[in-house]
């Protein structure tokens, strides 16, 4: 959450779509608990013109100020900037009668001359994060919940990065509805595990765990209970491709093949990988490697027996 700000101009620039919104969200409602009867306008900048942005920041019979949010500033014609720029001059100039804007860019360098013109003109610009790494993701779902006031296991963490790591909306959501259902603090691992039964990829990933150490007739159970329920045989055949890519990278990091920067994969997560190389020989993992490639290949040109073939790779 952005900290509180005497700032009437505001740039949000690109970053995580999820937490683009957000940062423009939590900016929002700071400028309506300041200025509770100031009226909130929302304009898109890709078909709104410099008249609209004029009588929207203007005082009106309503209200002294407004709340203005402009989306996809990228998108703003070269009147509508500088427009803009000359408003942002006379708010930072006279802060206390100015409307306040919060300007939401998707990042890129669409529209940068813009931003760069804003910025300078004094607008407070918020680089947003782009949670592309594993431990930025990992952070920002720790941070989830002591924004709540609570604590998460490591591990638990984890396993909520690995199933909603791509979908930040979601693990948000995931974080709130733990901290809203269970009062545990920390959540642990069991909790987390309870709450993601339902989704394709956890049972895939708990299928691949159990096949890949070793609890090949438990993994087997788990697997055609998962189909049953609704998995598609494909999702299975990816989580156990990814875990074993991932063991396989562990094993060439332990063997002094590649370095873990080589491996391109979170430190964590190699270390998980290692623990899991025990009783695994290179031959064997060669052949499970072949035997995924050929299960993935079956299952997208034949429809059909796509349950025996994961059964097979199993």
């Known amino acids: 959450m952005p900290k509180p700000s ?29 200025h509770p009867d100031a009226e909130t306008i929302e304009l898109d900048a890709t078909n709104a013109d410099h008249y609209a942005f004029d009588e929207a920041v203007s005082p009106s019979l309503l209200s002294e100020r407004s709340i203005v949010i402009v989306s996809n500033l990228q998108n703003a014609d070269d009147k509508l900037g500088e427009t803009m720029v000359a408003y942002c001059k006379q708010a930072v ?4 009668e100015a409307s306040v804007v919060i300007c939401q860019h998707e990042g890129g360098i669409k529209g940068k001359r813009l931003i760069d013109q804003l910025t300078k003109a004094g607008a407070v610009k918020e680089a947003v994060a782009d949670l592309k790494k594993a431990d930025a993701k990992l952070n920002f779902t720790i941070q989830c919940f002591e924004r709540r006031n609570r604590r998460i296991e490591p591990m638990a963490a984890q396993q909520l990065v690995a199933v909603l790591g791509d979908k930040t909306g979601e693990l948000a959501a995931m974080a709130g509805q733990l901290c809203f259902d269970f009062d545990d603090n920390p959540i642990t691992l069991e909790r987390v595990n309870q709450y993601l039964t339902a989704n394709p990829q956890v049972d895939g990933f708990r299928v691949a765990d159990l096949a890949l150490s070793g609890r090949a007739a438990d993994a087997i159970i788990a697997m055609r209970a998962s189909i049953e329920q609704g998995t598609a045989p494909i999702a299975l055949i990816g989580a156990l491709a990814m875990k074993l890519r991932t063991m396989a990278k ?12 080589e491996a391109k994969t979170n430190s964590w997560v190699l270390k998980n990988a290692t623990r899991q190389l025990s009783g695994w020989t290179s031959d064997g ?22 349950q025996q073939r994961t059964n097979q790779l199993t």
């Open 250 to 261: 562990a094993s060439a990091v332990r063997s002094g093949t590649i370095s873990e920067a």
């Open 6 to 34: 005497a700032a009437t101009f505001h740039l949000i620039y690109g970053g995580d779509p999820y937490l683009n919104e957000q940062t423009v969200r939590d900016l929002r409602h700071q400028a309506q608990r300041k």
């Open 93 to 96: 100039n006279n802060p206390a």
């Open 285 to 306: 993992m060669r052949r499970c490697i072949q035997m995924l490639a050929w299960a993935d290949e079956q299952s997208k040109t034949h429809r059909t027996n796509q």
